[in-house]
């Protein structure tokens, strides 16, 4: 598929799911470095079985290694590590929250780096969607004690700024006549081994990898939602660049939100409502900008 905008709505909606997902999963007493290995190791293998052929005919240059391990680990371990640790603390919904700031942080260093400047119907996109996610966050205090939480807020405040630098590096650093399915598998297999080295590390014990086995048929769909969204993703950094493809955070907060309420019964406030409302104009400021182009 080589169109932005149903990729974009695709992309936004399985991340918006992972948070969810993410917490049920801590919660059963999974740890979330080990769901996120398992994200990684089987998205990894899932998008690698298609391309054996191709991988075992072709012999790819260090660069090509190199980019999958800078990807892996700025947009996929630490951000998602943040995630799974900080949902059961903060809400998934609240959690998914802090991808909607990772357009503003991609828009400030596209610019920096001097890359192409979006259109004025994208650019207040953005602008809406960002006023809407400042409304978000600012809603986390009618639901819970922010003082109690401070620590945790201020780390997934690291969220966006992770997401930021993942979109503008592959966009940038992009290995000539490599394709999105090779990159998304060669990004999660490297993210599984630098994932697992850190379970060993961290006196998690390799055995705690079994605990996925308490949840069975949430770790399949998420493994089969994972495959999916990996691609779609680098699909859209080929073909929408980093700016547009940071507007998944947008969607996804809206979906992350919605499935926090409809399936584990978080609550929130009228602000919090009023800035998912507003989210959802800059999204539709967004699609009608690629529309236009």
Do not use: D
């Amino acid at each position: 598929m080589n169109r932005p905008i149903p990729l974009l709505l695709i992309t936004g909606v399985l991340l918006g799911l992972i948070f969810p997902m993410g917490r049920v999963a801590v919660e059963s007493g999974v740890p979330p470095i080990v769901w996120t290995f398992l994200i990684a190791v089987g998205s990894g293998v899932g998008l690698s079985l298609p391309l054996i052929q191709r991988f075992r005919g072709r012999n790819w240059p260090p660069r090509f290694w190199v980019y999958a391990v800078v990807s892996g680990l700025i947009s996929n371990v630490l951000p998602n590590l943040i995630v799974f640790a900080s949902a059961p603390r903060l809400g998934a919904g609240h959690v998914g929250l802090m991808f909607t700031l990772s357009p503003v942080c991609t828009l400030a260093l596209s610019l920096a780096a001097g890359m192409r400047r979006p259109s004025g119907i994208a650019l207040a996109g953005i602008a809406i969607g960002f006023i809407g996610a400042v409304i978000l966050v600012l809603g986390k205090g009618e639901t819970r004690p922010v003082a109690a939480q401070t620590l945790w807020l201020a780390l997934a405040l690291l969220i966006p700024v992770f997401l930021a630098l993942g979109n503008i590096y592959r966009g940038l650093a992009w290995p000539t006549g490599a394709g999105a399915m090779e990159l998304a598998s060669a990004s999660n297999l490297t993210s599984a081994i630098m994932l697992l080295a850190a379970i060993a590390i961290s006196g998690e014990g390799l055995a705690q990898i079994v605990s996925v086995a308490s949840v069975p048929m949430l770790g399949a769909v998420q493994l089969v939602l994972s495959c999916v969204y990996y691609l779609a993703l680098f699909a859209l950094q080929r073909i929408g660049g980093p700016v547009y493809l940071s507007q998944i955070g947008y969607v996804g907060a809206a979906v992350a939100l919605a499935a926090g309420v409809i399936a584990l019964g978080e609550q929130y406030g009228a602000l919090t409502w009023t800035g998912a409302a507003i989210v959802l104009v800059g999204i539709g400021f967004t699609i009608r900008a690629q529309m236009r182009r």
